[in-house]
């Protein structure tokens, strides 16, 4: 008698009909086969991986994707529940049985003449309750070496699916990297994703987005807890006590570098849990904790350099995990490393493109695509906390929430309580960014980050939110953020990056009821004196700026958010639409 899982990869076999099956164990000696198999395999017309220079990042391969192939196409990634509402007009939607018509047509046979890849992982730490079950087949050796560093893969997942029928599906076929025929189809009912025609992370690594936040959310909603846009960190300072937060930001607006932030103030450091994604549940002792499903980080390149995110540069230097990926940057010649715009102050005299050409600085274009992106084992971490793995995840103080914002949103501020927090964080806006494709800088509404990763109606998250506040003892406090404020020049007013970690400690102080807060119309604002800014190069003009609310831009705010909440017709809680209404009238006395 076969297992489920062995079925499943007949049934697979069968389908997609490979020349070879090769499923994964896990182990470093297999992905050193991968990554040398990888440096031979053609396709797209070059090869999957080349080896880059060891002495400056140990185990380092260089990714060059189609350069129509760069990031997350929210327009062609669809959530197919039985019915449309189930979707929200958060998400495309297509009947299920259509949907699979149009994948299995564009998927049956599609991985002639290449390998099939079997990856069984585990999202989650093994022994943890709250870990799942979830295997991948993919045509593509990148993903496959990418899952390896992203999530638990091998033996030992198998052995945890073992005869059971209840794992994720993830279908995945590159097939001829063309636009035209690129979906990404989630099936939450069934615990199925399928997706064509992309070997772009968010797109191909279907443990990440794909499983861990649109299957997941669902699941869920469905059995009381959260899949969450959120890193994880505890923060210890100088009396040695850690306070654990989560944050929110959308895609590539600062979540890694605030997971891997080196704090200004001696005798404070943050722990580093997780940087993209996080599960939250309600312990036996009723606080909420947070696990990070993942086991790598997927981030974003430019930007991160010696003084910006110190940490991530050792993190990235690190030999302990094999392989590290760097996707769509550019290469220094002279050594055959990777580069990117903010890596160094001066750019190098002898580049490569990220699309492979002889880079021309005069042409005013970056080096490296804007949304290039490493990938490295967290384990490789220097700051990684000793509870990253701890089954039952760590309880939780504070949330934070943000968003990219020229204006309106200032640098911190606390909401009042549970509702007032879900509330702010249902009519986030944000600029959008290079992570997906499509117009950038445009503000829209991502609400709790999760706009493009909720798999299930809005109203009924936003809900589910409200009623999950109703069911943890000691709540965490709720704060949003905004390091991105700009002046009437286009320069950011806040330094950001480490100077991030005065905002945290205004928060700690908060929770510990040790600093002032003064009330405003949209929430608590530091009290005049409360953020320390010892040592800050920013003039006190700009800090009261920072720290102000200003009626005429949050009247336009409202507005937007009005027409935003419309969308969703009596989906959104009531209590939420009182919220609004009393934002309205105070920023209209
Ligand atoms: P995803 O991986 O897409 O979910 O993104 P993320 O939220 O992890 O974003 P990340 O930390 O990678 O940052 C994205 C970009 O914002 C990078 O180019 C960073 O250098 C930049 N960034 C991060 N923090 C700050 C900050 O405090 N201020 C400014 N000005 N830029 C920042
Ligand atoms: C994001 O876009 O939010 C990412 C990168 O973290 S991806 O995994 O591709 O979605
Ligand atoms: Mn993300």
């Known amino acids: ?9 007949k049934e697979m076999q069968e389908f997609f009909t490979p020349d070879k099956v090769y499923i994964m164990d896990g182990s470093e000696k297999e992905a050193k086969q991968l990554a040398k198999e990888a440096q031979e395999t053609e396709s797209d017309g070059k090869k999957v991986l080349k080896e880059l220079n060891g002495k400056v990042y140990p185990n380092s391969y260089y990714h060059r994707s189609n350069p129509n192939d760069v990031a997350r196409t929210e327009h062609l990634t669809f959530v197919c529940t039985p019915t449309k509402e189930q979707a929200g007009p958060n998400n495309n939607w297509l009947d299920p049985k259509e949907a699979k018509e149009k994948m299995n047509a564009l998927m049956k046979g599609s991985m002639k003449g290449r390998t099939m890849y079997v990856i069984a992982f585990v999202m989650g730490d093994p022994k943890s309750k709250y870990a799942k079950n979830c295997v991948e087949v993919t045509d593509s050796v990148y993903v496959a ?21 209840d794992f994720f599906r993830g279908l995945h076929s590159i097939g001829d990297v063309n636009p035209d025929r690129r979906f990404v189809m989630h099936f939450p009912q069934e615990n199925l994703v399928m997706s064509f025609g992309s070997g772009y992370g ?11 936040l649109r299957i997941a959310s669902y699941l869920g909603y469905n059995e009381g807890w959260l899949a969450e846009h959120m890193i994880v960190i505890g923060v210890q300072s100088p009396d040695g006590k850690i306070t654990y937060f989560l944050a929110a930001f959308p895609s590539a607006c600062g979540k890694t570098n605030l997971a891997l932030l080196q704090p200004v103030f001696p005798g404070y450091k943050v722990w580093t849990l997780g940087d993209d994604i996080a599960w939250l549940n309600i312990g036996e002792d009723g606080q909420l904790y947070a696990i990070n499903p993942e086991a790598g980080m997927f981030g974003v390149a430019p930007g991160t350099g010696d003084k910006t995110n110190p940490v991530m540069i ?19 010649d002279a050594d055959n490393s990777p580069w990117w715009e ?10 490569t493109d990220w699309q492979g050409q002889k880079y021309n600085a005069s042409a005013g274009k970056p080096a490296a695509h804007p949304n290039s992106r490493f990938t490295v084992s967290i384990y490789n971490c220097p700051t990684l906390s000793p509870e990253y793995d701890n089954p039952n995840g760590v309880p939780i103080s504070g949330i934070i929430f943000g968003g990219r914002r020229a204006s309106t949103i200032p640098l911190v501020y606390e909401c009042k309580d549970w509702n007032a927090g879900v509330f702010t964080a249902s009519i986030i806006g944000s600029e959008t960014t290079a992570a997906a494709g499509g117009a950038q800088g445009v503000v829209r509404r991502d609400p709790m980050a999760m706009l493009p990763f909720c798999g299930y109606n809005m109203g009924d998250y936003f809900q589910h939110w409200l009623n999950m506040g109703k069911k943890v003892k000691k709540l965490p406090k709720v704060f949003m953020v905004n390091w991105f404020r700009k002046d009437e020049n286009g320069k950011f007013m806040w330094p950001g990056f480490r100077d991030n970690s005065r905002v945290i400690k205004w928060m700690i102080d908060r929770i510990e009821g040790k600093a002032g807060a003064k009330e405003s119309e949209i929430g608590l604002l530091p009290e005049e004196g409360a953020l320390d800014t010892t040592g800050l190069d920013v003039s006190k ?3 009261d700026k920072l720290l102000s609310v200003n009626k005429e831009d949050w009247k336009k705010e409202v507005a937007m958010v009005e027409e935003f909440y419309a969308k969703f017709g009596d989906k959104i809680p009531k209590d939420l639409r009182t919220h609004l209404e009393e934002l309205k009238q105070a920023v209209n006395k």
Do not use: H, W
Not at 1 to 9: G, H, L
Not at 145 to 165: E, P, T
Not at 342 to 351: F, Q, R, V
């Open 1 to 9: 008698m076969s297992t489920p899982f062995e079925q499943f990869v």
């Open 145 to 165: 070496l990418s899952m390896r560093i992203m999530s638990r893969v091998g033996k030992d997942a198998i052995a945890r699916i073992g005869n059971s029928k």
């Open 202 to 212: 968010g797109n191909a690594l279907l443990g990440k987005k794909c499983y861990s």
């Open 314 to 332: 050792d993190t990235l230097k690190n030999d302990k995990f094999f392989p590290t990926l760097f996707t769509n940057t550019a290469v220094n």
């Open 342 to 351: 903010g890596l160094s102050k001066e750019t190098p005299s002898d580049l």
């Open 541 to 543: 003009e700009t800090m």
